[in-house]
């Protein structure tokens, strides 16, 4: 008897290193009938639930655009809200299929943990939120602050090295998670809140009093953001990165979630390529031909997931700065479809 | 003759496999071949995992400059110092939180639970109201409860609450005058010892005199004479040797002196005030479980009730008490890893938090971890086995 059940265990035990250890993601995720996507915990504009309980936001769009192009249904992702510090286990342990959680692009994360960051949906950069009545008018002026942050994400490494290059002493309080960073910063603990500029504009909206609140003008930091896959499967790298390059070329190509079955008989043949009128693209990354009209029509381009999202109209009123077309003065730009 | 052979040697055969000792040893055998087996190969999957996803592995990123700043160290440490060291600093800091929080639930729990078997109905109630609040509200809360309990309730630096302008309180912390040791503290340090040292030995002394002649020495008030006399007049002699450091209000905050960060005192309250009341329910069953007879009996002897419990019911009550109160002590150790939710920087909120997502060497990290709260967790027991072996009964 006690053997029956121990050979079952280690028959368990194989069968589930053995899933683990398949290569094809995308085989997986067809099976499931639904992508695994990592988000984070509640980050206003780029993955939070509304009212109703659904994700909505920039990353949320990105594993919905992904679901389009595979399924042709933006609601085929099951959603696994994911600390800073779980984050890159659970996609290294295959427990996400893709890690769309505003995560900073970095040498170490690319190279020493087995990932692969698939592109940069968000172009950030960390920022400093102060109390107005502090007086404060540059990152310069907060020697011996309290601040208090993140633990597990570079904001952590940034605000060290910042506060070091500028000889300024500081006292770092470091909180799991962002909720809890909020309410002690709200409560007075801090002087300071740090973290990337959008998330600052995305959690002011917590506060008791968010007019009573200031991002100062310094960005110290480059901030990277985009999804994340696991190395060892091209196939589902490329599937993500073409689906943001997708999203970025029907920008530019002027094709929206509205216009998207006029623009097939466009005469554009970039257009045609684009939409899989012409050529096999989809084919060559495991999709249908028309997977990225697929992904448009259902969430939209770029632009369009950024204004619904993050920009001027919405609460965290963010302008496109650095996250405008290279063609518009900013730096989104994808290798064409041919 | 042939046939008979056969069958014996069937027989011996057969009882072989039916001998239970032989079977129950083959069985066993089998069971620790698989678990080995086991084991083994969860240890090769996982390396193979990791080879296969280029994660990097080994301990080579102990020595590696860790680059972030640490809340509360009690050691030296810096952004340029190791991740090593980090791991040194998050241990001490939940050496720290739990050695103190240990101190305080066990008086708490003694306190309340002594409390509970009062005559004084008022007195029994709180601690009955203490117990059952305390003991059935999940610990994370009472940690956040706390934690916003005390930032809310005390102001800004600006506005702190001053004692002899001296001590200030604020929503950054205890600031505390930081002592500073001159030549000749030394002597002052050596002073201290020594009174205890002779405290010890007056107590055994009085002790043997009571046993001999029954005539009792006021130990208690000589005792608080040598403690505190001696030191201080060490002090004076050597022309006052210690000066202190005074935090003053500059900028942000208030700039040197000791500091003592609300997270500590929050995680801290918490822990001790939670396992406190588990505590003070083992002390109330540890005393009610000596006999009754054993109180009258002193009554009749004549000791007031005070000495009672001291002397007699309390010296019996431990050999109860001790065994569970060893699990709640290893309770508070394991539960001080909460700190995490609060910011208070101990081993899982530095080590296996920080350091863990800088490195991304989870399987080193996270085994690290485990062995320090297995560790602590083997020694608290160990030392508390020690312990409840001295006060057990010694059946002569």
């Known amino acids: 008897m006690n053997k029956l059940v121990l050979g079952s265990a280690v028959a368990a035990a194989l069968g589930l290193s053995a899933a683990t250890a398949s290569a094809a993601t995308l085989d997986d995720v067809k099976a499931k009938g639904s992508i695994q996507c990592g988000v984070s915990q509640g980050l206003p504009g780029f993955s939070n639930t509304d009212d109703a309980g659904t994700w909505t936001g920039l990353d949320v769009d ?78 310069l002026e907060l ?23 500028n000889d300024m002493p500081y006292e770092i309080v470091a909180f799991e998670k962002a909720d809890e960073v909020v309410q002690a910063y709200d409560a007075g603990r801090c002087d300071v809140y740090t973290t990337d500029a959008s998330g600052l504009y995305a959690q002011r909206l917590k506060l008791t009093n968010p007019d009573e609140h200031m991002v100062l003008p310094e960005i110290i930091s480059k901030e990277p953001l985009g999804p994340v896959v696991r190395q060892g ?20 190509l002027g094709v929206t979630a509205a216009n998207v079955e006029e623009m097939k008989g466009s005469n554009n043949p970039a257009i045609k ?40 109209d919405t609460p965290l009123g963010i302008s496109r700065g650095l996250n405008a077309l290279w063609s518009e003065g900013g730096i989104q730009y994808a290798p064409p479809i041919r | 003759m042939a046939v008979q052979d056969g069958i014996e040697s069937s027989q011996k055969a057969s009882s072989f496999i039916y001998d239970p000792k032989v079977r129950s040893l083959f069985s066993q055998a089998v069971l620790i071949a698989v678990l080995i087996w086991l084991g083994y190969s969860v240890v090769q999957n996982t390396i193979a995992n990791l080879e296969r996803q280029n994660i990097a592995s080994g301990f080579g990123f102990l020595d590696t400059t860790a680059g972030f700043a640490v809340g509360q160290s009690l050691i030296a440490y810096s952004e340029a110092s190791s991740y090593g060291r ?18 305080i639930a066990t008086v708490l729990g ?6 509970r078997l009062s005559n004084n109905w008022v007195i029994s109630k709180i601690a009955y109201v203490y117990v059952e609040v305390m003991r059935n509200l999940p ?38 005058p930081k002592p500073l040791y001159e ?51 060490v002090f004076y002699l050597t022309g006052s040797p210690v000066s202190f450091e005074y935090p003053e209000l500059r900028g942000f905050n208030f700039q040197g002196g000791l500091t003592i960060i609300p997270e500590f005192v929050a995680l801290l309250l918490a822990l001790s005030v939670y396992t406190g009341a588990f505590i003070a329910e083992i002390v109330r069953a540890g005393i009610l479980a000596v006999s009754r007879g054993q109180t009258e009996a002193s009554y009749a002897l004549g000791l007031r009730p005070g000495p009672t419990l001291r002397l007699v019911v309390i010296p019996q009550a431990l050999r109860v008490i001790i065994p569970p109160l060893t699990s709640q002590y290893l309770n508070l150790t394991k539960n001080s890893s909460l700190a995490v939710a609060i910011a208070y920087p101990d081993l899982v909120s530095v080590f296996a938090g920080t350091t863990l997502n800088q490195t991304g060497q989870a399987v080193e990290i996270l085994g690290m971890t485990l062995a320090v709260y297995l560790t602590l967790s083997l020694l608290t027991s160990a030392l508390m086995n020690w312990y409840n072996r001295r006060v057990a009964l010694v059946e002569r």
């Open chain 1, 62 to 139: 990105f594993c919905r655009a992904m679901a389009a192009a595979i399924f042709d249904d933006p609601e085929a992702v099951r959603y696994t809200p994911l600390s800073a510090k779980e984050r890159f286990t659970a996609l290294q342990s295959g427990e996400v299929d893709v890690l769309s959680r505003n995560t900073t692009w970095t040498m170490q994360r690319d190279t020493a943990l087995g990932l692969n960051f698939a592109g940069v949906t968000y172009y950030d950069g960390q920022g400093f939120m102060v109390r107005r009545d502090l007086g404060v008018a540059s990152a």
């Open chain 1, 143 to 165: 020697s011996g602050a309290s601040v208090c942050t993140n633990t597990g994400t570079t904001t952590e490494l940034n605000v060290a090295d910042y506060f070091r290059a």
């Open chain 1, 233 to 252: 499967d091209d196939q589902w790298f490329n599937i993500t990165k073409w689906v943001y390059f997708a999203l970025v070329n029907a920008e530019e």
């Open chain 1, 273 to 312: 390529r684009l939409l899989g009128v012409e050529g096999a693209f989809g084919e060559a990354i495991g999709l249908e031909n028309d997977w990225a009209a697929r992904v448009i029509a259902h969430v939209g381009n770029y632009g369009e997931i950024f204004e619904r999202n993050v920009g001027p």
């Open chain 2, 86 to 103: 980090t791991f040194v600093v998050g241990l001490l800091n939940t050496l720290l939180v739990s050695v103190i929080g240990i101190a």
């Open chain 2, 110 to 115: 003694f306190i309340f639970g002594i409390a």
């Open chain 2, 139 to 176: 610990l994370l809360l009472q940690i956040f409860f706390w934690y916003f309990a005390v930032l809310r309730s005390v102001p800004g630096p600006r506005e702190s609450i001053t004692v002899f302008d001296s001590i200030f309180i604020n929503n950054r912390g205890l600031k505390l």
């Open chain 2, 183 to 233: 030549p000749g503290a030394g002597l002052v340090g050596i002073s201290i010892l020594v009174a205890i040292a002779a405290v010890w030995l007056l107590r055994r002394w009085a002790r043997k005199r009571q046993m001999a002649t029954g005539e009792q020495f006021p130990v208690f008030q000589w005792a608080v004479a040598i403690l505190f006399g001696l030191p201080l007049v």
